[in-house]
């Protein structure tokens, strides 16, 4: 047994288990359109089954909306999985929906005016497309050839810095965005760990802010990277196709530990 299994075996059978995803380049392809993102029938396969075992817990911790997740990942009222939006500034319980959030009425009138304007100042770029999110904006350059997605960038950075110096900025896959919230899915794990009581944490995701949650992770824990990029996960796999292999695993030594 090589030590990646020792290490999925060990988690797969711990006491009370929680398997936290990132939905975007985990679960689903990266899109060109964002909302047309949508898990694969593999990853709906696999997080079903985890969802209904004893004592196991899934979590889908996104930077995207609630709202928005709860339409890519197909999420009804009553579903089983958690959710954790907006790199954990928003969760859905499940049984009891969605938790609220009492935010600064500044906070949202400065969102509102960003929104806007950065809408307007690139609505001109072929390929820009503009997020507006619970507690920010996403710039999203995918489908931008290389100068427009820099302009873009750069216009964004510059009216950000001046107009909310103190907003959180992070990059990912083709996106700069930025909140007025600075949760992290490092945060967004700890809390959902001390939620549901879980001894050990299965957290998997694909890109650089999926990074704060999985060098966080306890010895105990798996961290899963899901393609190529610089991780402190225990784990690297190639695709998604492979990361469900790994779920499939974690699930069929699970349904023998808690049967």
């Known amino acids: 047994m090589t ?4 290490t999925v075996e060990a988690v797969a059978t711990t006491d009370t288990l929680l398997v936290a995803l990132d939905f975007d380049g985990t679960l689903s392809p990266l899109v060109d359109e964002p909302m047309s993102a949508r898990m694969t029938p593999g990853a709906r396969a696999a997080v079903d089954a985890l969802a209904v075992l004893p004592r196991t817990v899934v979590a889908l911790v996104s930077g995207r909306s609630l709202g928005h997740l709860r339409e890519i ?3 009804d009222d009553s579903s089983p999985i958690w959710l954790a939006g907006s790199h954990g500034a928003q969760f859905w319980v499940p049984g009891a929906g969605i938790e609220e959030t009492g935010d600064d009425a500044a906070d949202l009138e400065l969102r509102d005016e960003l929104q806007k304007e950065v809408l307007e100042r690139t609505a001109d770029m072929a390929g820009v497309w503009i997020e507006p999110k619970e507690y920010g ?5 995918r489908t931008a050839d290389a100068a427009t997605a820099r302009a873009a ?3 964004v950075d510059e009216m950000l810095s001046d107009r909310a110096p103190s907003w959180r900025r992070r990059t990912g896959h083709d996106i700069l ?3 007025f919230r600075h949760e992290g899915k490092d945060s967004a794990v700890a809390r959902l760990r001390e939620r549901v009581g879980a001894t050990a944490v299965l957290f998997a995701g694909d890109d650089v802010t999926d990074e704060d949650a999985l060098s966080s992770l306890d ?3 798996l961290g899963v990277r899901v393609g190529g990029g610089d991780t402190a996960a225990t784990l690297r796999v190639d695709d998604i196709d ?3 292999a790994v779920l499939e695993n974690v699930a069929r030594l699970r349904r023998a530990h808690v049967d």
């Open 3 to 6: 030590a990646a299994d020792a």
């Open 73 to 75: 990942a197909e999420h």
């Open 137 to 141: 904006l996403g710039v999203h350059t």
């Open 153 to 155: 960038r750069a216009l």
């Open 177 to 179: 965005e930025f909140s």
């Open 219 to 221: 010895a105990g824990d």
């Open 242 to 244: 492979a990361f469900v």
